[in-house]
């Protein structure tokens, strides 16, 4: 899915979640054990990837297959992201 990037009133913070209606956007994250958010960072050598799996106060991610063995921001390789977590139970 996409992202909805807002501006909350209650604290002035940016915040990023699923783009969904309104009345799905708190539901639909709690039906997946994983929810990424995939990033993107401009840098000299073009743009490159990362994958948050955990919660940046920012955007919204979690994950429960690596919640021992994953640091909050990993490389995009959902393959390598699978073994770990595997290894990890």
Same mark, same amino acid.
């Given at each position: 899915?996409?992202?909805?990037?807002?501006?909350?009133?209650?604290? *002035?913070?940016?915040? *990023?979640?699923?783009? !969904?209606?309104?009345? @799905?956007?708190?539901?639909?994250?709690?039906? $997946?054990?994983? $929810? %990424?958010m995939t990033r993107t960072i401009k840098t000299t050598k073009g743009i490159e990837y990362e994958v948050l799996v955990n919660n940046d106060?920012? %955007?919204? !991610? &979690?994950? &429960?297959?690596? &919640?021992? !063995? $994953?640091?909050?921001?990993?490389?995009?390789?959902?393959?390598? @992201?699978?073994? &770990? *977590?595997?290894?990890?139970?």
């Amino acid at each position: 899915g996409h992202a909805d990037v807002y501006l909350e009133a209650s604290d *002035g913070k940016v915040h *990023g979640s699923l783009l !969904a209606p309104k009345g @799905l956007q708190s539901k639909l994250p709690t039906l $997946f054990d994983e $929810f %990424y958010m995939t990033r993107t960072i401009k840098t000299t050598k073009g743009i490159e990837y990362e994958v948050l799996v955990n919660n940046d106060g920012k %955007y919204e !991610a &979690r994950t &429960r297959l690596g &919640r021992w !063995a $994953f640091e909050s921001v990993e490389e995009p390789n959902l393959t390598s @992201l699978i073994e &770990r *977590g595997k290894k990890n139970d």
